[in-house]
């Protein structure tokens, strides 16, 4: 019988409305530590603090969970940034030299973030374009009046220009040039021809009509707006860095390059002026530049002069700090990264005497650290945000969801006494309001790292916040002692370091990495695998404890002949009693040999098992017995590569050059192999292409021509690693009994399941797990295995261990048959269970040119109901698109570009949640969340209110017209886009066809979940079981 393939003509309107209920794409928020910063700013009337990158993208942070994100259009380095205080809009400075407004909008109830205008100084009077030097109208340094009315223009040829506020006119009448001043200086004051560029500009605090001068070469003056004239002068032999007014206007402070500051009397006499104090506080010897100093009064005793640099040049030239000094105190915080800039939270109300800073918050290249200014000691703020993701290289991720309320409380508890000298005083940075409803379920986050340490974060809301930090180095003998630190403060030591933040990107050991993490939220148990095939399973204390870890080392070549390891060695636990804090502690240590990089984990609490895979087998051990279940070894005998170990510098050229002539040889003989023109073969082709080519029914429309796809060589390399483990409670044997079963895929496309039997509760201590081989199967294509899942009788998957047992989930339905869905780098297919025969199937790469590298079984609720939802399969491919499949059909739905194609690494980090949401690396240190779900999404949503009453500036046709009635605008990482509802881009009977179908059609859409509809298969190019063992006989 022939048989065709047909494509229904329409979409069926039910389901399509259906599924803008159940899904919509955004891109709702950005976790962690903006990357490369460039420049802070902050109001202190509406409490904002905001940061701007060297990509052009600003961000503003207030209480936890008020958040904006900005974008220049320009691509460019954000030099300076300036709030209007009290206004909700801020200046910033581009490399371009052009200056942006940006205003706090409101829409829909919540505010935006939006640039409405933008001004470039243009050139010097006097001079054409082609003759103007390129810098001397450059800008240097911005200062906002205290009326944030007016805008002061320093730049490098001298001149200081003004610009009206918030219209951004310039005022020429006001400019003042270099050469007006020099007119009224002093012969002896003139430092050569020229003065330099302007380093610094400060209103002064009690006459707002006065403002200080500061020019690089050294000379200051105090400049009177409405007479234009200089009332005071300053001149100094050092280059000047920076000035900052004392509060009663009475003495500033200048910083200059050779690491002093000065202290200088101000009076309206116009005399030579002598400062009262000059200070190297690092010498005699040559130091390095002050570049920033502030001075701020205290009641409580002497001033607080904070000033970062001004380090021994020689002894500590490469170390960068910040100082605090107040009378006798000093102290030098020492940071691992570029200081970028700081500044005071303090008193702001001009009738109060002292500035009584409370904190000092300090931003560096990599983090955001905070000091208490008046706890005795000076301890550090933990930020509720901007934590440093990558203060250890991230290696891998892992997403829980709904975690109970006991075991979130015992998490934060242990984190707490991890930090007992930090600061308990509240959050500096609290404007805002924070509208976001308080999230039902919490979510952890949990990230393993390059130094063996797994970073547990609160990703319940908008602020990633850190609640825990586990470490497993210290179990292990290496040559660094993790106990080591800097310098600390003490007598003896200067200058009096102090070693802050917590960004150490340099890793003692590189085996010491976590791969995976599997976490057990009913019984707190835990699994973290390394890079050195160590799997360490660990339990809960709420207390501090000694303990010996135990340890078993699994060999999983199975003395194997013609394989040696040619990796890393293993690394060494040290041995005896060790102590532990409170939170997770290891329990037990399972050793790989040989000790290659863990690629997959499994772990079910209800039997007492972990599996584990790696590029030679697998294994599954018994943690309550403490003894080995299992060990499979998966090497091909060309597996080579796998013995030389991820941490091999070299690759093996010999088989890098043996691949790619059999690659050639291979092409060579397809071609030849490829039929004639007179042959039969090919006058049936042509028949039937004629055939194709006559009219046929309007009404139906013939599938597109698919990509071949070649099977790959069974003697590929490394194909023997394991790529996904899982547990699950199905039928294997007979479709009457159903049992504990292990299921593991490899990179050759080759699939076991082993039947596992696990004694019962009460028989634990008297019999062992035992496991036996149930089916092997073998896919035809050969594609890596990515992800096995069972469904029961319903089509659902199956529920997580203890879930049922604890009355927090539905019991699985054993009655109908189950099917095991198997997922490839290529195609998704569903077996049934257990004779493990073909039910449905999509290609992927034969549809899409595509390859999976990601997967995630979500449940989607319907934002209309809360009776109906939807179990669906989430893909991520190689070209940074996600697919939603309905499940058991593996029916497509919908598809989204999410990342560029081009970020590798982003695709790759990529990790989604159970609840329709997802995370993925833009940066080194930030994470992009992004949603799936129209009912689960996490995003900003908060109002700032100013304090005085203004006028909108952005015009009537603005960004927020396309916010969807979303508070969100485009991301910073510039791979967002607001789809308009024309571009949802749902996959229905008419795009994205599965496979062949029979052309009577049924009342059920063919992309319903529930339709019935079967799916005849076709074998050309297919994932066709090639060979399937199975090793169990019937009872």
């Not at 202190?44 to 990509?55: E, G, N």
């Amino acid at each position: 019988m022939m048989k065709f393939r047909f494509r229904r003509p329409g979409n069926d309107p039910q389901r399509e409305k259906l599924k803008l209920e159940l899904f919509a794409f955004n891109k709702t928020v950005e976790h962690g530590f903006p990357n490369q910063p460039s420049s802070l700013a902050y109001d202190p009337k509406l409490r904002l603090m905001a940061i701007a990158t060297k990509s052009g993208s600003l961000k503003i942070y207030g209480v936890p969970g008020v958040e904006f994100t900005g974008l220049h259009k320009e691509t460019g380095t954000v030099t300076q940034m300036h709030f209007l205080h009290g206004q909700g809009r801020l200046l910033s400075l581009l490399d371009d030299n052009t200056i942006h407004l940006w205003e706090i909008n409101q829409k829909n109830c919540y505010s935006f973030l939006e640039e409405v205008r933008t001004f470039r100084l243009p050139g010097r009077p006097g001079f054409d374009g082609a003759n103007a030097p390129p810098s001397i109208t450059r800008i240097t340094v911005i200062m906002l009046k205290s009326c944030s009315k007016l805008a002061c223009l320093g730049t490098e040829g001298g001149g200081v220009y003004f610009l009206e506020l918030p219209s951004m006119q310039l005022l020429d009448d006001r400019t003042l040039l270099q050469d007006e001043v020099l007119q009224g200086v002093p012969d002896d004051y003139r430092c050569g021809k020229a003065l330099g560029p302007v380093e610094s500009l400060q209103e002064d605090p009690a006459d707002p009509d006065k403002i200080l001068i500061g020019y690089s070469r050294g000379l200051v003056l105090l400049w009177v707006q409405s007479t234009r004239q200089v009332e005071n002068l300053f001149l100094s032999n050092q280059q000047l860095e920076s000035l900052s007014w004392e509060r009663s206007s009475k003495t500033f402070v200048s910083s200059h390059s050779d690491g002093s500051y000065m202290v200088w009397p101000v009076n309206n006499a116009r005399s030579k002026s002598q400062p009262i104090t000059s200070s190297i506080p690092y010498g005699p010897f040559p130091c390095k530049a002050i570049n920033k100093i502030i001075w701020r009064t205290s009641e409580m005793g002497s001033p607080f002069i904070i000033f970062s640099g001004g380090m021994p040049r020689a002894s500590y030239g490469d170390r960068h700090c910040i100082t605090i000094m107040q009378g006798k105190a000093q102290v030098t915080l020492d940071f691992t990264s570029r200081v970028i800039d700081f500044f005071t939270v303090q008193n702001t109300d001009p009738e109060q005497e002292y500035d009584n800073p409370r904190a000092l918050l300090v931003l560096v290249e990599e983090e955001l650290v905070a000091v208490d200014l008046q706890t005795p000691g000076w301890p550090t703020i933990t930020p509720p945000y901007l934590a440093p993701l990558h203060s250890s290289a991230i290696t891998c991720s892992y997403h829980i969801s709904n975690i109970p309320a006991k075991l979130w409380e015992r998490i934060i508890s242990a984190g707490k006494q991890q930090n007992p000298l930090h600061s308990t005083v509240e959050w500096p940075i609290n404007g805002g309001k924070n509208l976001a409803p308080e999230p039902v379920h919490k979510g952890l986050l949990l990230t393993g790292h390059e130094d063996g340490t797994v970073r547990f974060w609160d990703a319940s809301g908008v602020s990633l916040k850190p609640l825990y930090k586990l470490a497993t180095a210290n179990i292990f003998q290496t040559d660094a002692d993790h106990t080591e630190n800097f310098p600390q403060c003490g007598e003896e030591e200067w200058p009096p370091f102090r070693k802050v933040g917590c960004f150490d990107p340099y890793s003692d050991d590189p085996r010491l990495g976590i791969q995976k993490i599997s976490l057990c939220k009913y019984s707190s148990r835990l699994v973290v695998a390394g890079t050195a095939g160590q799997v360490i399973v660990m339990e809960f204390n709420d207390e501090k404890a000694e303990r010996k870890m135990n340890l078993s080392t699994v060999d999983l070549l199975q003395d194997r002949e013609g394989f040696t390891w040619k990796g890393h060695d293993r690394l060494s636990p040290k041995v005896g009693l060790m102590g532990f804090a409170a939170g997770f502690q290891p329990s037990f240590l399972v050793q790989c040999v040989p000790p290659a990089t863990v690629t997959a984990v499994a772990l079910h609490t209800e039997w007492q098992l972990v599996a584990f895979g790696t590029s030679h087998g697998f294994g599954i051990f018994d943690y309550h017995r403490q003894q080995p279940v299992l060990a499979r070894c998966t090497l091909h005998p060309n597996d080579s590569l796998a013995m030389e170990g991820p941490l091999s510098r070299v690759k093996s050229l010999k088989k890098s050059l043996r691949q790619s002539f059999r690659r050639i040889r291979k092409s060579r003989v397809s071609g030849k192999k490829r039929p004639s023109s007179c042959s039969p073969t090919s006058k049936v082709r042509e028949a039937n292409a004629k055939l194709a080519e006559q009219d046929g029914p309007c009404e139906v429309e013939v599938t597109p021509v698919q990509r071949r796809i070649e099977p790959r060589s069974a003697d590929d390399s490394l194909s023997g690693v394991v790529r996904c483990l899982y547990f699950a409670d199905t039928f294997l044997r007979d479709a009457t009994h159903h049992g504990p079963t292990l299921w593991a895929g490899t990179n050759a496309g080759s699939v076991y399941a082993y039947a596992l039997e696990v004694p019962s509760r009460e028989k634990w201590t008297e019999r062992s797990t035992e496991a036996v081989l149930g089916k092997e199967i073998q896919l035809m294509h050969r594609a890596p295995v990515v992800s096995i899942a069972v469904l029961d009788g319903r089509g659902n998957p199956l529920p997580e261990p203890l879930e049922v047992s604890r009355d927090l989930a539905k019991a699985p339905e054993m009655q109908g048959s189950h099917s095991v869905l198997i997922i490839s780098e290529e195609q998704f297919k569903v077996f049934t269970l257990p004779r493990v025969s073909a039910k449905t199937k999509f290609k992927l790469t034969a549809h899409e040119g595509s390859r999976v590298r990601k997967l995630g079984l979500m449940n989607f609720p319907s934002i209309t109901s809360d009776d109906y939802s939807e179990n669906c399969l989430v893909c991520l491919t190689n070209l940074g698109d996600i697919h939603i499949f309905t499940v058991p059909g593996l029916r497509p739905q919908m598809r989204y570009d999410c990342i560029r194609k081009e970020d590798i690494s982003g695709i790759a980090s990529c990790v989604f949640t159970r609840t329709g949401q997802g995370f993925y690396l833009i940066s080194p240190s930030e994470f992009e969340r992004f949603s799936l779900s129209t009912r689960n999404i996490t995003e900003p949503r908060c109002v700032v209110a100013w304090e005085s009453a203004r006028d909108p500036l952005s015009p009537g046709s603005n960004l927020c017209n396309n916010l969807q009635g979303s508070p969100k605008v485009n991301r910073a990482n510039g791979t967002h886009k607001i789809q308009n509802k024309g571009e949802c881009n749902s996959l229905g009977a008419t795009d994205g066809v599965m496979e062949d179908f029979p052309l009577a059609l049924s009342q059920t859409p063919l992309d319903s979940p529930i339709s019935s509809t079967d799916i005849t298969l076709d074998a050309s190019g297919d994932m066709t079981v090639e060979d399937v063992k199975d090793y169990l006989p019937e009872c």
